[in-house]
């Protein structure tokens, strides 16, 4: 959740900054925060502890955070914000605001929804789960899904939630900016596990 909230900062606070129209609304980030952050986040609570537990430096005495768990959040979260305003501009310079929004909005609770599954560990892949597959996590996917498909497809949600119809040329750029969140964040896992071996290789050596 605190990926998404700084992601809707950050957004929020760029737009801001250069005096652009607003990328977001406080409907949107209002159901992102209720209903395509909480439930993944609730499911993730109940997953069971890595097998690999073990090999993993133990937090320091009177930290909440740990230093990489930090530095990770924020530039994940700035990834996601840079994601959505792009998605912003994209459907705003090819038809109009309302579109910006609906696509900048589609792309901030997606790409929620999607990151739970990449947060099962913070060093092994998307496509290996060491401790199996979460179940509450798939439902949790299924429920926000099916509620994000009622707003953006049922015409009298859509007006309280002020956005419309995206074209399927936009849904494909909405789906491709929400996967690259995915992306970011496994290149970080191999970057950290790379640095990781090597310095366990440095240290035998010694």
Known sequence: MLVGNIAEITTLFVATLFNWDNPLLAVHILWVNLATSTLPALALGVDPASKNIMKHKPVKTGTLF?????WRVITQGIFVAMMTLTAYFIG???DNPLTGQTMAFSVLALSQM???FNQHSNTEPIWKRATGMNMWLAIS???SAFFMG????VPALQKVFYITNISAGQWIIVIALSLLSIVQVEIFKRFKKLRTNSGRTKLIEE
């Open 66 to 70: 740990e230093k990489d768990l930090v």
């Open 92 to 94: 705003a310079s090819i």
């Open 114 to 116: 999607l990151r739970a």
């Open 141 to 143: 996917f299924i429920v």
């Open 150 to 153: 009622l707003i953006l497809f």
